[in-house]
């Protein structure tokens, strides 16, 4: 098992920055992809970004060029987001893929508002 924890979240105005952070416990080791995931009131969970265990990285469009995922180590997955708007409020969940099965954290709320 895969337990991963969010923080960073909080309330930012619009252009601002936020840095989520994750942190992986338990059965850390040959976790392929961490990565970041939001859900939006009302819409779908979409991914943000994510980083693979060689450093490849995935950003959705409409985050491209405003945020950026780094894994320093095994166990924490950071997400630097910049230039904030108000469609990034949403829930920002951290996700594990080990061995084709997918970990969840709890999530942690972000709001972009004036």
């Known amino acids: 098992q895969v337990q991963l924890v969010e923080s960073g979240g909080g309330l930012v105005q619009p252009g601002g920055s936020l840095r989520l952070s994750c942190a992986a416990s338990?059965?850390?080791?040959?976790?392929?992809?961490l990565g970041w995931y939001r859900q939006a009131p009302g819409k779908e969970r979409e991914l943000v970004a994510s980083i693979t265990s060689g450093g490849s990285t995935k950003y959705a469009d409409s985050v491209k060029g405003r945020c950026a995922i780094s894994r320093p180590n095994i166990t924490n997955v950071f997400l630097q987001m910049t230039s904030l708007k108000l469609e990034d409020t949403a829930v920002y969940y951290c996700n594990g893929l080990r061995y084709g099965v997918q970990y969840w954290g709890k999530g942690t709320q972000v709001t972009v508002s004036s």
């Open positions: 338990g059965m850390i080791f040959s976790i392929n992809v």
